[in-house]
């Protein structure tokens, strides 16, 4: 299935359980308000960030009320600063409320990893290092947050475990070592890359040898990293994996690997502030 065939799908999934959850039987406090009464809102951020998640806060309303109208004064991918308003909506208060918590949480939690993500872009400037995302996701939020990620101007590394392949320590110990490995990978499959994670030089060696498309260099040191480079030679995409963060990525940047993985962009995010106020009201 085409990616972002099964991103549209996944957003209206989603969306239809995070309302489920919110909304269970009906919102009883939603009820106190006349359900002729119209209103407007604004939604607004009270940080700088990355905006991601127009298409959820879009599927949400469209679910809750198709007379809800929301106007968009900014796009996925900008950046937005504090007290900046990036939304409005019209429509009865009823369903302006009731969606207000769904919405909130999902365009947080996806500005975060973009916001996240266009922090260490920011810093590569310049090298030509691919930013890397990993499978260390938030639970059922796979898909949304690898676009987060690109909306922030990184790249998605495989989309799970059937895309690509990863051989890691683990697998290298169950399938008699490294050349083992590949080699077996490529009899399952001619056109998908195998990547193999290594954790020393000599590792690195093996997998050269081997002939895989891409390696991962785990938890190497500069130095390390740089004597990886040099051996390697353009034979292989070099990854460099482990001790990533704001002080240590333009160092690892500069010892000339091709891509940077971070966990970090989606498991170890800090959601954005954002608020929604009503500001006018109305009998409709």
């Known amino acids: 299935m085409h990616y972002y ?50 298409a959820w806060v879009d599927e949400i309303y469209r679910r809750l009320a198709s007379s809800v109208a929301l106007s968009w004064q900014a796009a996925d991918g ?22 207000e ?12 990893t973009a916001t996240a993500t266009r922090r260490y872009v920011d810093l590569l400037e310049g090298t030509g290092v691919r930013l890397l995302d990993t499978r260390k996701t938030l639970p059922n939020l796979r898909l949304a947050q690898k676009y987060a990620v690109t909306c922030g101007g990184g790249h998605n590394h495989r989309i799970g475990l059937w895309d690509a392949f990863l051989i890691k320590e683990n697998h290298i110990a169950a399938c008699g070592g490294i050349a083992a490995a590949v080699s077996h990978a ?12 290594v954790e020393n030089l000599d590792e690195l060696d093996q997998a050269l040898a081997a002939e895989a498309d891409i390696v991962m260099l785990d938890n190497f040191s500069l130095d390390e990293l740089r004597e990886a480079v ?5 034979r292989a995409v070099l990854e460099a994996s482990g001790n990533v963060d704001d002080t240590t990525l333009k160092a690892i ?22 608020s929604m106020r009503l500001v006018e009201q109305g009998a409709s």
């Open 101 to 112: 918590r769904a919405a909130l949480n999902v365009l947080q939690t996806l500005s975060a």
């Open 230 to 234: 040099a051996r390697t030679g353009g």
């Open 186 to 197: 490529r009899r399952l499959s001619s056109e998908l890359d195998v990547e193999v994670e």
């Open 253 to 274: 940047a500069d010892t000339g690997v091709d891509g940077i993985s971070s966990g970090a962009l989606t498991k170890d995010i800090k959601a954005v502030d954002l």
């Open 5 to 54: 065939t099964a991103l549209a799908e996944d957003i209206r999934s989603g969306v239809a359980h995070l309302l489920a959850e919110d909304l269970g039987p009906g919102d009883i406090t939603a009820d106190l308000i006349p359900e002729q009464q119209w209103a407007s809102a604004r939604v607004i951020t009270r940080e700088h960030c990355v905006l991601c998640g127009v």
């Open 78 to 99: 900008d950046r937005l600063t504090p007290g900046q308003c990036f939304l409005t909506l019209e429509g009865p208060a009823r369903s302006l409320l009731t969606g």
